[in-house]
């Protein structure tokens, strides 16, 4: 039974530890820039990670959580704003509203 707790801590470990590496070769940013969370505790698969004004999510799968891959888009992080824009280039903005 103290095995099973063992692995299952385990895998609490490294799955954030694959985040940060997956992290930091998507994006070249250096891992103790790197912040994980779990936002959804009911998925304990799903991650976020921050740094180097880049978030991106993760879904790790695999016995420990070791296989962990990106969902989604990447976002880019205004610095100092907190706003969040797509990865996409700018494509314009639409002209305002005249009601």
Same mark, same amino acid.
């Given at each position: 039974?103290? !095995?099973?707790?063992?692995?299952?801590?385990?895998?609490?470990?490294?799955?954030?530890?694959?985040?940060?590496?997956?992290?930091?070769?998507?994006?070249?940013?250096?891992?103790?820039?790197?912040?994980?969370?779990?936002?959804?505790?009911?998925?304990?698969?799903?991650?976020?990670?921050? *740094? !180097?004004?880049?978030?991106?999510?993760?879904?790790?799968? *695999?016995?420990?959580?070791?296989?962990?891959?990106?969902?989604?888009?990447?976002?880019?992080?205004?610095?100092?704003? *907190?706003?969040?824009?797509?990865?996409?280039?700018?494509?314009?903005?639409?002209?305002?509203?005249?009601?």
């Amino acid at each position: 039974m103290l !095995c099973v707790v063992a692995l299952g801590w385990a895998g609490c470990f490294l799955r954030p530890n694959t985040v940060i590496e997956r992290f930091n070769g998507e994006f070249r940013c250096p891992k103790e820039q790197i912040k994980v969370e779990r936002p959804d505790k009911n998925q304990p698969d799903f991650f976020r990670a921050n *740094g !180097c004004n880049r978030r991106a999510n993760y879904r790790c799968t *695999g016995d420990y959580g070791e296989f962990c891959e990106r969902i989604g888009q990447p976002e880019t992080i205004q610095e100092g704003t *907190g706003n969040v824009e797509a990865a996409a280039p700018n494509i314009g903005t639409p002209p305002p509203s005249h009601e």
